[in-house]
C-alpha cells in the first residue's frame, strides 16, 4: 500500500510540475513601431549615406518583451509590417539591413555596410511610382539573415538601414514599418 501511496505521490508531483511548467511558458508576440517617426512622419530616405537612414529599435520600450527579456528560450518568427512608396519612374528592389551595434553609425560605402550588417529583408520589387503593403505572413518570403536577426533580439536593441537597389537611384518613402517577434518565453 505503501508503494502505491509513494507511486501515486510521484505522478502528482510530476504532473504538478509539467502543467505548472506549461501554465508559466508562453508564446507571445512583440512589435516594435519604427516608422512612421516621433512626429507621425513619413520617412523619406533619398541619399547613398546609411546613416540618414538608420531606424534604431528598442525592444526594452515594450513591457511585454521587458517581461520576457530575460527568460526567451527561442524566438520563433520574425516579420515586418510595411508600407512603401517609389518616389521614382523605375522599380527598385527594397532591402533592409540589421546591424546590432546601434553605435555603429555609418556613413561609409554600401561595400562597408554590407561587410557588417546582415541583410533580413530583401528581393521585394517595388514598381516605379507604386506604393507596396507588406503584411507580416507575405513579409516571410523576402526573410533572410534569421539567425543574426535572433542573436540582434537577444539585447532588444539594434539599428536597421533601409536600401534599395540600383542605390544611385534611391527615392523611397517608408509609410509604416513595424518589427513583430514572435517568441517563447517562461514567465
Known sequence: MKRIYWICAAVAAVTAAVFAGCVLTGTVVITAKVAPD?????????????????????LNNN????????DIRTIENIGFYLEARNNLFAPVTFQIFLEPDTAANYANT????QSRAQVVLTELIIPARESVVIDWNESMQYISGLDEFKGALET???SLYPAAVPRDAF???IDSLVVIVTLTGKK
Open 110 to 113: 554600401e561595400d562597408i555596410v
Open 171 to 173: 527615392n523611397v518613402t
Open 156 to 158: 532588444g536593441v539594434f
Open 63 to 70: 513591457a511585454t518583451f521587458k517581461d520576457y527579456k530575460d
Open 38 to 58: 516621433a512626429a507621425g512622419e513619413s520617412i523619406n530616405i533619398t541619399n547613398l549615406d546609411y546613416s540618414e537612414g538608420e531606424l534604431e529599435v528598442n
